[in-house]
C-alpha cells in the first residue's frame, strides 16, 4: 500500500517493528538462528486493517437475545421471540435485535410484542440499533409515563397513534432510561466481558487498529452518565494496555449527543482524557458529534423533504455543531460529525470551513456517513480534502435499503445525491469504509467484506443482489485496500506509523490465504485471514 513501492517479496519483523522491505535475497540475508520465517506461496502479505468506524469497546450489549436478522415478515419475527422467550424462562428480560420495519411492511407495536411475551420486559432493538421495540411490560419496568415528553421532537421520540398513545416503538434513544431504569444496563460488570468478545472477534478479520466514534452504551443521550461510562471503559483498556493484553490500537472520540449539553464542557472532557491516554495504543482521538437519527427512520435532516412532506430534524444544530468545531480545533482535536441528512452534511461541512478559516489547521475532520450529500457539498468536500468514512453495506440492497431509499426519496434523489463515496473513491479521496459495529452485526465487521461491497456495490449475502445506486461506479481494488489501511491511518494521524508497509513502522501486518489480486470481486469477503500481527505480535494464528 507505499505507492512508492506497490509490491514487495519479503518483510522482516525485529521486535515490534519493519526492518527490511524488499526482495527475497535481502531478506534471506538477515535470517538468524532464532528467525522465524513464513514462506507465504504466493498469497498476500498486506499493513494490518484498521477500521475507521466501529463501536467496539462496549456495544456488545445491543446483540444479547433474540437476533431477527434474515427474518423478512413480522410473523416470523414474533415465532423466533417467543422461542427465545419459552427456551429461556429463567431470564428476566427478554432482549432482542434486529428487527426491521421495512421488511414487515410497517412498524410493529407493543400488543404485537405483548402477543408472545407477557410475563416480562421485552426490548427489541431495530436492525440499525436506534429505535427500539418495547412490550407493555417493558414500558412497566421502565418506568414510562405516557405522558411523557419527547427528548427532542422529531428526532428523539416516543411514536404515538392518532390518540396519542404511546404504541411500542422509541426512535433515536428516546428509550435509553427505560432501558436503563429495567435493568438492562451495568456498565462495570458488563464492558470487560463485552470488549473481549468484541476484540477477539476483530483481530480474527485482520484488524489492528479501530476508530471508536464514541463508546456506544445506552447513556449517550445524558452527558453526566455518558462521560462517567467513558472513564470506565477508558480505565478498562488502560489496564490492558499496561499488561500489555490490548490487540488492537484504540483510538477513541468522546461522545456528544445530548441535545442539553454545552460544547466547551464536551471539548473540556475531551482534553483531560486526552491528556490521560495519548499513546500509540490507546488515545483519545477527539470528539464525536451525533446531531440527529437515521434517513431509514425520517429522523435525519434532509434539505429538501421526504416523499410524505416532512424533513426530519437535529437535536444538535448547525450553530452548536460550529461551535464545537471551533473550540476542539483550537485545542487541536479534530471532530467528526454522523452526517445522515443533507441539511447535516451541509451545516458540517460549513463548520469544518469556518473552523478552517479561523486559523485552526485540522486536517482529520471527519464526516461520517456520507449518505445523502448535494452537488455543493459534495464539490467542497472535495476541493477541500475533507475526510470521509462511511459503512458500504448501508448503501446497497442490504436489509431492503434500496426499497427503502427510493420509498422515502425517490428514484431522482437516490442516483443523485445517495452514496457519493465511491466517486470521491474513484477520485483518490480520503475515504475509509468500515462496518459500524453494531449499526451492523459483529460478524459483519470483516474489513475484506466491505472490500466487496465497495468494488461490486452489492450485498455479499444474496446472489440475486443489484448493483445500487445504479448511477454508481464500482471501486478499484487498490482503492478499496487503501479505505482499509493507509486512509484510515491518516484519519486517525497515524500514517507515519501503520497503514503501509514500510521500514520505520510498527510491525502491524495481516496474511490472506490467497492472491487478492487474482480473487473475483464477489468472492473476496471469502478470503480467509491466516495471521494478524499487530506491534509485532500475533493477536490471531490459524493455518501459519
Same mark, same amino acid.
Do not use: C
Given at each position: 500500500?507505499?505507492?512508492?513501492?506497490?509490491?514487495?517479496?519479503?518483510?522482516?519483523?525485529?521486535?515490534?517493528?519493519?526492518?527490511?522491505?524488499?526482495? *527475497?535475497?535481502?531478506?534471506?540475508?538477515?535470517?538468524g538462528d532464532n528467525t522465524e520465517?513464513?514462506?507465504?506461496?504466493?498469497?498476500?502479505?498486506?499493513?494490518?486493517?484498521?477500521?475507521?468506524?466501529?463501536?467496539?469497546?462496549?456495544?456488545?450489549?445491543?446483540?444479547?437475545?433474540?437476533?431477527?436478522?434474515?427474518?423478512?415478515?413480522?410473523? &416470523?419475527?414474533?415465532?423466533?421471540?417467543?422461542?427465545?422467550?419459552?427456551?429461556?424462562?429463567?431470564?428476566?428480560?427478554?432482549?432482542?435485535?434486529?428487527?426491521?420495519?421495512?421488511?414487515?411492511?410497517?412498524?410493529?407495536?407493543?400488543?404485537?410484542?405483548?402477543?408472545?411475551?407477557?410475563?416480562?420486559?421485552?426490548?427489541?432493538?431495530?436492525?440499525?440499533?436506534?429505535?427500539?421495540?418495547?412490550?407493555?411490560?417493558?414500558?412497566?419496568?421502565?418506568?414510562?409515563?405516557?405522558?411523557?415528553p419527547d427528548q427532542v421532537p422529531?428526532?428523539?421520540?416516543?411514536?404515538?397513534?392518532?390518540?396519542?398513545?404511546?404504541?411500542?416503538?422509541?426512535?433515536?434513544?428516546?428509550?435509553?432510561?427505560?432501558?436503563?431504569?429495567?435493568?438492562?444496563?451495568?456498565?462495570?460488570?458488563?464492558?470487560?466481558?463485552?470488549?473481549?468478545?468484541l476484540y477477539d472477534q476483530a @483481530?480474527?478479520?485482520?484488524?489492528?487498529?479501530?476508530?471508536?466514534?464514541?463508546?456506544?452504551?445506552?447513556?449517550?443521550?445524558?452527558?453526566?452518565?455518558?462521560?462517567?461510562?467513558?472513564?470506565?471503559?477508558?480505565?478498562?483498556?488502560? &489496564?490492558?494496555?499496561?499488561?500489555?493484553?490490548?490487540?488492537?490500537?484504540?483510538?477513541?472520540?468522546?461522545?456528544?449527543?445530548?441535545?442539553?449539553?454545552?460544547?466547551?464542557? %464536551?471539548?473540556?472532557?475531551?482534553?483531560?482524557?486526552? &491528556?490521560?491516554?495519548?499513546?500509540?495504543?490507546?488515545?483519545?482521538?477527539?470528539?464525536?458529534?451525533?446531531? &440527529?437519527?437515521?434517513?431509514?427512520?425520517?429522523?435525519?435532516?434532509?434539505?429538501?423533504?421526504?416523499?410524505?412532506?416532512?424533513?426530519?430534524?437535529?437535536?444538535?444544530?448547525?450553530?452548536?455543531?460550529?461551535?464545537?468545531?471551533?473550540?476542539?480545533?483550537?485545542?487541536?482535536?479534530? @471532530?467528526?460529525?454522523?452526517?445522515?441528512?443533507?441539511?447535516?452534511?451541509?451545516?458540517?461541512?460549513?463548520? %469544518?470551513?469556518?473552523?478552517?478559516?479561523?486559523?485552526?489547521?485540522?486536517?482529520?475532520?471527519?464526516?461520517?456517513?456520507?449518505?445523502? @450529500?448535494?452537488?455543493?457539498?459534495?464539490?467542497?468536500?472535495?476541493?477541500?480534502? %475533507?475526510?470521509?468514512?462511511?459503512?458500504?453495506?448501508?448503501?446497497?440492497?442490504?436489509?431492503?435499503?434500496?426499497?427503502?431509499?427510493?420509498?422515502?426519496?425517490?428514484?431522482?434523489?437516490?442516483? *443523485?445525491?445517495? *452514496?457519493?463515496?465511491?466517486?470521491?473513491?474513484?477520485?483518490?479521496?480520503?475515504?475509509?469504509?468500515?462496518?459500524?459495529?453494531?449499526?451492523?452485526?459483529?460478524?459483519?465487521?470483516?474489513?475484506?467484506?466491505?472490500?466487496?461491497?465497495?468494488?461490486?456495490?452489492?450485498?455479499?449475502?444474496?446472489?440475486?443482489?443489484?448493483?445500487?445506486?445504479?448511477?454508481?461506479?464500482?471501486?478499484?481494488?487498490?482503492?478499496?485496500?487503501?479505505?482499509?489501511?493507509?486512509?484510515?491511518?491518516?484519519?486517525?494521524?497515524?500514517?507515519?506509523?501503520?497503514?503501509?508497509?514500510?521500514?520505520?513502522?510498527? *510491525?502491524?501486518?495481516?496474511?490472506?490465504?490467497?492472491?487478492?489480486?487474482?480473487?473475483?470481486?464477489?468472492?473476496?469477503?471469502?478470503?480467509?485471514?491466516?495471521?494478524?500481527?499487530?506491534?509485532?505480535?500475533?493477536?490471531?494464528?490459524?493455518?501459519?
Amino acid at each position: 500500500m507505499n505507492d512508492d513501492a506497490p509490491t514487495a517479496e519479503a518483510v522482516a519483523v525485529t521486535g515490534n517493528e519493519i526492518t527490511y522491505v524488499g526482495d *527475497a535475497a535481502g531478506a534471506a540475508a538477515l535470517v538468524g538462528d532464532n528467525t522465524e520465517v513464513f514462506d507465504l506461496g504466493g498469497d498476500t502479505l498486506l499493513p494490518g486493517f484498521v477500521s475507521g468506524h466501529d463501536h467496539i469497546v462496549a456495544s456488545g450489549w445491543t446483540t444479547r437475545g433474540v437476533s431477527l436478522f434474515g427474518i423478512e415478515t413480522l410473523e &416470523e419475527a414474533l415465532a423466533a421471540i417467543k422461542k427465545y422467550a419459552d427456551e429461556n424462562p429463567d431470564e428476566e428480560l427478554i432482549l432482542g435485535y434486529g428487527f426491521n420495519q421495512v421488511s414487515y411492511g410497517g412498524w410493529p407495536t407493543k400488543e404485537d410484542l405483548d402477543s408472545v411475551v407477557s410475563d416480562r420486559p421485552a426490548f427489541i432493538l431495530d436492525f440499525t440499533i436506534h429505535d427500539v421495540w418495547m412490550n407493555s411490560k417493558a414500558f412497566e419496568a421502565g418506568k414510562v409515563d405516557p405522558d411523557e415528553p419527547d427528548q427532542v421532537p422529531g428526532v428523539m421520540f416516543w411514536q404515538r397513534d392518532a390518540e396519542g398513545k404511546q404504541t411500542g416503538i422509541g426512535i433515536e434513544f428516546q428509550w435509553a432510561t427505560a432501558f436503563r431504569n429495567a435493568g438492562a444496563w451495568d456498565a462495570a460488570a458488563s464492558i470487560p466481558d463485552i470488549q473481549k468478545r468484541l476484540y477477539d472477534q476483530a @483481530v480474527k478479520t485482520g484488524l489492528t487498529a479501530v476508530h471508536v466514534p464514541l463508546i456506544a452504551m445506552p447513556t449517550v443521550t445524558d452527558l453526566s452518565l455518558s462521560t462517567e461510562d467513558e472513564k470506565l471503559a477508558l480505565a478498562h483498556l488502560h &489496564e490492558l494496555e499496561k499488561a500489555g493484553e490490548l490487540t488492537l490500537r484504540t483510538f477513541v472520540a468522546t461522545g456528544f449527543k445530548d441535545p442539553t449539553a454545552k460544547a466547551d464542557d %464536551i471539548v473540556a472532557h475531551t482534553v483531560e482524557l486526552r &491528556e490521560k491516554y495519548d499513546s500509540d495504543m490507546l488515545r483519545i482521538w477527539g470528539i464525536k458529534i451525533h446531531p &440527529e437519527g437515521n434517513w431509514s427512520s425520517q429522523t435525519a435532516w434532509m434539505m429538501d423533504p421526504y416523499t410524505d412532506g416532512t424533513r426530519g430534524a437535529a437535536a444538535i444544530e448547525g450553530p452548536m455543531i460550529t461551535s464545537v468545531y471551533l473550540q476542539a480545533n483550537r485545542a487541536g482535536l479534530p @471532530v467528526g460529525t454522523h452526517v445522515d441528512g443533507s441539511q447535516t452534511v451541509r451545516n458540517t461541512v460549513n463548520a %469544518i470551513m469556518t473552523a478552517r478559516g479561523a486559523g485552526y489547521d485540522v486536517p482529520n475532520n471527519l464526516l461520517h456517513h456520507y449518505f445523502w @450529500v448535494s452537488d455543493k457539498d459534495h464539490e467542497t468536500v472535495i476541493e477541500n480534502e %475533507i475526510m470521509v468514512n462511511t459503512t458500504p453495506i448501508f448503501h446497497v440492497d442490504w436489509e431492503a435499503q434500496d426499497v427503502n431509499a427510493l420509498d422515502l426519496l425517490g428514484r431522482a434523489r437516490v442516483e *443523485a445525491t445517495f *452514496a457519493r463515496y465511491s466517486s470521491l473513491m474513484a477520485l483518490g479521496h480520503n475515504v475509509s469504509i468500515s462496518s459500524d459495529v453494531p449499526s451492523a452485526p459483529i460478524d459483519l465487521i470483516g474489513p475484506l467484506l466491505n472490500v466487496e461491497i465497495a468494488m461490486t456495490l452489492r450485498d455479499p449475502f444474496n446472489d440475486e443482489s443489484k448493483p445500487f445506486p445504479l448511477s454508481r461506479k464500482p471501486a478499484s481494488l487498490h482503492e478499496a485496500l487503501k479505505a482499509i489501511t493507509i486512509y484510515p491511518a491518516q484519519q486517525q494521524a497515524m500514517e507515519d506509523k501503520i497503514g503501509t508497509i514500510e521500514v520505520g513502522k510498527y *510491525a502491524d501486518l495481516v496474511v490472506l490465504d490467497q492472491d487478492i489480486e487474482g480473487v473475483e470481486p464477489r468472492n473476496i469477503s471469502g478470503i480467509k485471514v491466516l495471521g494478524t500481527v499487530m506491534n509485532g505480535q500475533f493477536t490471531h494464528r490459524e493455518g501459519l
